[in-house]
């Protein structure tokens, strides 16, 4: 298997999850035939339990203060600037819902308030899953560089923690939580806890490569199983999309897809390229689509007159999708060439 430190080959599933995102956020009515969206931030999940895992696990030479500062300082020159620009900049816009709830936004427990307040769904209702990932971020790393050495020992606790988060979601086992369910760390460290499992499973022992290398393995995932999950609801859902994720963030990093053009795609120059800039995207893809919808896009749309092709007034996210798609890549990259590439320069000066 290839221990490459960098795995160009899930950077292009990370673009795969934020366009799963985009479909279903920018043309709304995909949610309800699919469930692009809860699979494009699932995916999110798997791989950075992965990635993050393995950086602290390989970390062994370092002290456990040393290593837990090095990685908070990293994470937080990549994390920080982009969503706190992004509120900054919504709160002098005075966007309603981070004026009336800024204090749950600036300290990453969003996910949590609008559970607590029935907080409606807004166009920065997407960052919930920014306030899951640092919790994540928070206390995951004191439990892996704490089992560094004993990695046998960190799998069963993975593994455990798996267990609860999807028993949690499919039995309620704790019923005073079910309301967090779809938010909580809880649940979500299920779909973490799955990229993480993967990881330290991957530093010690050898993956089945004919199960891996299976051809048909890999069209009943791709063709069926992924297809039929996105479309049904049933109780194991979130289980079966979870594995799902972790098998192709393992195919992508160790052994690469048989079915023809997927490698190409993954491995294509503008997939990487936008997955460089995903996570900008993921912030500012939702406030984008507000004040277009608010300022430009409705009120240019609600002027013309569809007498000439009237079903074509009901239909706008043909032009949305791809207007909106561009422009939120392009505010991207600017935002990581002016905001974000400057200050992750600092990361190797700062934190190597």
Avoid at 71 to 89: C, D, E, Q, S
Avoid at 197 to 212: C, D
Avoid at 239 to 262: D, E, T
Avoid at 285 to 304: D, V
Wanted: proline content about 5%.
């Amino acid at each position: 298997m290839n221990d490459q430190k960098y795995f160009s080959g899930i950077d292009g599933l990370r673009c795969v999850a934020i366009l799963l995102v985009l479909l279903e956020h920018f043309p709304p009515w995909i949610g309800k035939y699919i469930s692009a969206g809860y699979y494009g931030v699932d995916l999110f999940f798997v791989i950075s339990g992965f990635l993050i895992t393995r950086i602290l696990c390989k970390s062994r030479e370092t002290s456990f203060f040393k290593a837990y500062g090095i990685f908070m300082g990293r994470r937080t020159l990549r994390i920080f600037p982009v969503y706190y620009f992004a509120i900054l900049v919504l709160y002098i816009l005075q966007y309603p819902v981070i004026r009336e709830y800024l204090v749950y936004f600036v300290t990453y427990t969003y996910n949590y308030a609008w559970v607590y307040y029935k907080i409606p769904v807004s166009d920065v209702h997407h960052f919930w899953s920014l306030c899951v990932e640092e919790q994540f971020y928070l206390f995951w790393p004191l439990v892996v560089l704490g089992l560094r050495k004993k990695q046998q020992i960190l799998l069963v606790v993975i593994a455990a923690i798996v267990s609860v988060g999807f028993l949690q979601t499919t039995l309620d086992i704790f019923p005073s939580l079910s309301p967090y369910n779809g938010a909580g760390i809880l649940t979500r460290m299920a779909s973490l806890g799955l990229g993480a499992f993967g990881a330290v499973y991957t530093l010690n022992y050898k993956l089945p490569e004919k199960l891996f290398r299976s051809v048909l393995l890999e069209c009943l995932v791709l063709l069926l199983v992924l297809p039929l999950s996105l479309v049904f609801f049933f109780k194991l859902k979130p289980v079966v999309l979870g594995l799902v994720s972790l098998y192709l963030v393992l195919k992508a990093a160790f052994f690469g897809f048989r079915i023809g053009g997927i490698n190409k795609f993954l491995h294509h120059r503008f997939v990487l390229y936008i997955a460089s800039i995903s996570y900008g995207i993921y912030v500012y893809h939702g406030p984008i689509q507000y004040y277009l919808n608010e300022y430009a896009f409705s009120p240019i749309w609600n002027s013309i007159d569809f007498s000439f092709f009237p079903v074509l007034e009901f239909h706008p996210w043909i032009f949305k999708l791809p207007l909106y798609l561009a422009i939120t890549i392009g505010f991207a990259a600017l935002s990581m060439r002016f905001l974000e590439r400057p200050l992750l320069k600092l990361k190797d000066r700062l934190f190597k």
